[in-house]
């Protein structure tokens, strides 16, 4: 009969938590609507990656000693988990936010699945006794290193996609990263203390959090921030400020004439020749149908700079698809004290719809 040892209850117990929580977080991510398919799917891979790992670490601590004949299978087990682990990051990185460039994380990680097969036959990052007791082997720093080296690459790669999503919020990716490696770090520095896996369960399900939010900020078709997030906006705008506005001119005829297909196409077109001329100053957001707004934060360049810069862009797009239409710009600048950002934004469409009228201040 197994009976649990009076000194392993608490670790008992955080251990039942990780896996409450994992459960929790299995619904969270399965129920979400926001995030895709696939990457929901990777997600609650990682879930129920780390709930075994979770158990097998469980079971394997508080009752190897009880259960010496299954030393072989503890072996086994670990050694999958050691394999397992630094893929979590990976795969989550590259179902997310797919590049080219993944394909260099798969030799660390091709390197250190084959360094856990040797280890089963010759203890290299770990090995167990003949008493069924764990015990770190000679390469487990190489294991830390490859393992802190795949949670990097996550950062990094979280780090690109918040500038293409616009989101500048590092301190979260930060803060979860921190999250993880202190329970990383304290199992590292006391392996009785088992904080490695309850962390790494917190991060990645904090991580998936992250990525909705993220994801629930942003419009679908152009990557631009979306109507939501311009709300959001409107209730605190980071003053001062200038708000521009863009329009396509003609959209209803380009997409009637050329088809819905192009009409898609024709959005995303403006949509990165706007982030290219703007993106570096401040805020960009698809606002409607054809509509987008700007709102320049840094000063270091002028609005009139700016929306010169997007003509130039537009005009060499239609230089390769004369069908791509022009575009029309109106802006208004918001002070300290500003009473109604609305106000604001009307001035700023008046502008946008006399330049569209008149074609005198920035049109394209």
């Not at 080296?149 to 996609?161: C, D, F, K, P, T």
């Not at 797009?317 to 069908?323: F, T």
């Amino acid at each position: 009969m197994l009976v649990l040892p009076d000194s392993m209850r608490g670790f008992t117990g955080l251990m039942a938590v990780t896996l409450s929580f994992l459960a929790a977080g299995g619904i969270l991510v399965a129920s979400n609507r926001t995030v895709g398919r696939d990457a929901r799917r990777v997600f609650l891979s990682a879930i129920v990656a780390l709930a075994f790992i979770t158990f097998a670490d469980w079971f394997t601590y508080v009752f190897s000693t009880q259960l010496p004949h299954l030393r072989l299978a503890h072996i086994v087990a670990m050694a999958a988990t050691f394999a397992v682990a630094p893929v979590i990051p990976v795969a989550i990185a590259n179902t997310i936010f797919p590049q080219p460039h993944v394909k260099w994380m798969a030799i660390p990680l091709g390197a250190q699945a084959l360094l856990e097969v040797a280890t089963v036959f010759g203890g290299y990052v770990f090995w167990v006794d003949e008493a069924n007791v764990y015990h770190r082997g000679s390469f487990y720093l190489a294991y830390m290193l490859i393992y802190t080296l795949s949670a990097v690459y996550l950062v990094i790669e979280s780090i690109r996609a918040g500038r293409t999503y616009q989101s500048a919020n590092l301190a979260t990716i930060v803060s979860i990263l921190v999250c993880m490696m202190v329970g990383v770090g304290i199992q590292v520095v006391d392996s009785t203390i088992r904080t490695t896996w309850p962390a790494v369960s917190m991060a990645v399900v904090l991580y998936f959090e992250f990525y909705a939010e993220m994801i629930l900020r942003t419009d679908a078709l152009t990557k631009l921030l979306n109507r939501h997030s311009y709300d959001e906006f409107l209730e605190t705008p980071p003053l001062p400020c200038t708000v521009v506005l863009i329009d396509v001119d003609n959209f209803k005829h380009a997409n009637d004439t050329y088809g819905h297909a192009f009409g898609d196409v024709c959005l995303t077109t403006i949509a990165s020749l706007i982030r290219k001329a703007y993106g570096s100053h401040g805020l960009c957001y698809r606002t409607g149908g054809d509509e987008f707004t700007v709102v320049l934060t840094k000063q270091s360049k002028s609005a009139e700079e700016l929306s010169d810069r997007l003509a130039q862009l537009v005009r060499k797009a239609q230089k390769s698809d004369e069908r791509i239409p022009s575009v029309s710009v109106g802006f208004a600048r918001a002070d300290v004290g500003c009473p109604h950002i609305e106000s604001v934004v009307a001035k700023a469409d008046e502008h946008m719809y006399a330049s569209k009228r008149a074609k005198k201040t920035v049109l394209v």
